[in-house]
């Protein structure tokens, strides 16, 4: 057990008898440190981490099923009963999945997704397969219950206040890690940086001898995608249409994720940065806040000064001139850049000799979304999973109104989240063992209902 868990096991236990409020607090503030763990089992070649979202989010789930229990009451709400279908289904095709390694029995072999190790293994059903099919079924439970729990204004507004000032707080942590590699400060990484998994070193990395920032992410990609999927949460403040703590903060708090965006090093920053400006667009028509004539011109003067502001800061600073080169230009020789790509192109063709369920969920490992469902659940997997997201993106841009309530604002702002959450995660893979997705993806299924369509189905079963 880390320090972490022995400060946090005594509040999780208190929490499970004393407060049901708390405990998801914990679990809301927690689910982006990736990096941070209660528990490490395992050696470190070869080792996993208990994290902290997963400590808080499995005590949150057993006293929530302990109330289940006591009033015998387990149905899930029909406002968000259709997307959790699509969720249990895809649950299912990884279940499923599962008879493929042992139908496989060793007939192919599964090469090392690490650089340089052309070390090959035979394909067989292991507790490895097990223990990644939990995982699932853990962060499916944490989407439907965040999902159920939120349905309510004040406690969605709650979630966000908590989930922004979390993302503030990682983003200081993150520029205190890069004044310490500026400035050669000790970086005291035993604090949040503690996973004793192998992937949970990312405050290690360099690239081209310029540190990179992952602050209490397990990588800085990871890092990069915790804030530029909450970047959705500001923007009501700079349309003047409601705030999640107040106007100057929501503000002030967006071009410091932003900054820490850009310095981070990271190729998922700068993606995620150009999907949530390319959904800009069509979000502020489609919500009726501005004109086409209007919105492009805002377009062009935003891209005009984002650009300036860039030219300015590269030619004053040689500090930001080696981190822009190194992220942007010399990104695509690196070896990272280069074991994404080995992992893909091993995975689609454990997906092209297998096509309809894959290899089995957890046996092929690669670093995209797309190619990662395909290799592990094949055609019937992938489509179902394709189908819940689009389900759930669909029922929210459906129901996008003028942004003049609660509830429409926190739909803009998780349908852009999930989006830039999905599209970035074709640079990084399932983000299965990270609380971030699953807490998006719930938050994303609660908004995704239009109180005039429920109370029609109510009068209806009436």
Known sequence: MT????????????GLFLSKKWLYRLFVFSTLFSASSAVNLGESDSGSAVQLWMFFGFMWLLRLTLDHLADLSFTIDTRILTP??????????????????????????????????????????????????LYLVFGVAIAISVAHFNLRNEVRHETERIILISAIFISFWGAFQFVCNVTGIPYPDFIFNNSGSVSGKGFLETLNGVSRISSVAVEPSMFAQSLVTLLPLTLPAWLKRGSVLSIQIDRASSVFLILLLLLCTSSTA????????????????RTRITSMARASIFAVIAGGAFV????????????????????????????????????????????????????????????????????????????????????????????LDGLTGDLSLSRSAWFMSLTVFLFTSALIGFPLAFGNFWLVLGMALSTGWKPETFRESLIAAA
Request: net charge positive; with cysteine.
């Open 3 to 14: 320090l972490l868990g022995y400060i946090m096991l005594p509040v999780g236990l208190a």
């Open 84 to 133: 959790c279908r699509w969720l249990i289904a895809f649950l299912a095709a990884a279940s499923i999945s599962l008879i493929m390694p042992i139908y496989i029995g060793g007939r192919l072999l599964i090469t090392s997704p690490f650089l340089f190790d052309n070390s090959e293994t035979p394909l067989y059903f292991t507790s490895h397969n097990f223990t990644q099919l």
């Open 270 to 285: 700068y993606l995620g940065l150009f999907v949530f400006a390319a959904l800009l667009l069509p979000l502020l028509l």
């Open 308 to 399: 300036l502001l860039m030219a300015m800061a590269v030619a004053s600073s040689s500090v930001v001139r080696d981190v822009i080169t190194s992220g942007l230009l010399d990104k695509s020789n690196s070896g990272s850049a280069l074991e994404r790509l080995m992992t893909i192109q091993l995975a689609f063709g454990y997906f092209q000799k297998f096509p309809i369920f894959g290899i089995g969920w957890g046996s092929a490992t690669s670093h995209d979304l797309i190619i990662k469902l395909l290799s592990n659940v094949g055609l019937v997997g992938t489509l179902i999973f394709l189908a819940a997201m689009y389900y759930v993106l669909r029922a929210n841009w459906r129901a």
